[in-house]
């Protein structure tokens, strides 16, 4: 990489570094990266704070990093500014909305066995959320109740091949879905239609800005090619080392990610701390 790297490819390498389960814990532990990703999101521009976002979102998959993240300077204040701007696009805001509900609830000692088994399952999912050929649905899933419903939803997506990741906001009845260009929406829908107790309608934005739901035909199912070999999803502590060369995603070696992370917090020393 020649001449001194920008805001924008700092925080995209720290995002695809985040995206790698073996890399998240260094990051969190790294003194320059985390207050780093906060200051990023009050960045003027949107790219910076979306890719930003990712980041976080990456690094709050790992449990042990989330007490953490949520006692560093500015976090929680920073993502509820994102939040609050007029002027944040409104997938950079669910996404922020997102992090802030993981954060938030890591206080609390008690977690159900339900909730366990949905984050683990979640935790190598959530990969490749930054592929170019991808496109977000925004869902909003009627019946979504409680984890239980959740854990059917996540089983109906897994099967979808081309869904690449998604995240839940249970508090409004949403599923974010980033899937391939060529997958069409209304798979989504009917994938969620067969649980027999939850149906879903995709949420867009309508001429005048204002959110509008749009249902799917229920008398013309729209099938998708289906995943039939899913792997068993391990939580970070139990995935074998040995099976690296079958993960979903891999962004580089653990050395290329340790020169990456002192660039970045090279740069980020020189750029926010004088």
């Not at 994102?82 to 950079?92: A, R």
């Not at 839940?168 to 069409?184: A, E, G, H, P, Y």
């Amino acid at each position: 990489m020649s001449g001194e790297p920008d805001a924008l490819a700092i925080v995209n390498q720290l995002r695809d570094l985040a995206a790698d389960p073996l890399n998240r814990r260094a990051i969190v532990q790294d003194q320059g990266c985390l207050p780093g990703l906060i200051l990023f999101l009050d960045q003027p521009n949107p790219q910076v704070v979306y890719s930003a976002l990712l980041a976080v979102r990456y690094l709050a998959e790992c449990r042990s990093n989330r007490e953490k993240m949520r006692g560093e300077l500015g976090m929680m204040q920073s993502l509820e500014n994102v939040m609050k701007k007029t002027t944040t696009p409104g997938e950079t805001k669910l996404l922020a909305s997102e992090i802030y509900e993981i954060l938030k609830s890591s206080s609390n000692a008690v977690t159900d066995q339900a909730e366990q088994a949905s984050y683990r399952r979640k935790t190598q999912f959530f990969l490749g959320a930054t592929n170019k050929r991808a496109k977000t649905v925004v869902l909003h899933i009627d019946g979504l109740d409680d984890a239980a419903r959740r854990s059917l939803c996540e089983e109906a997506l897994l099967k979808i091949k081309g869904v690449i990741s998604f995240t839940f906001q249970m508090t409004v009845k949403r599923c974010i879905v980033r899937i391939r260009s060529d997958l069409k929406a209304e798979a989504l829908g009917t994938a969620i239609a067969s649980t027999k107790i939850m149906k879903a309608q995709q949420i867009v934005k309508g001429e005048d800005g204002d959110e509008v739901m749009i249902s799917f035909e229920e008398d013309a199912p729209v099938e998708a090619e289906q995943n039939t070999d899913l792997p068993d999803y391990l939580p970070e502590e139990e995935s074998p080392s040995k099976e690296l060369d079958k993960a979903v995603s891999r962004v580089g070696t653990k050395q290329d990610a340790s020169g990456w992370l002192n660039t970045a917090a090279n740069f980020l020393t020189r750029s926010f701390y004088w």
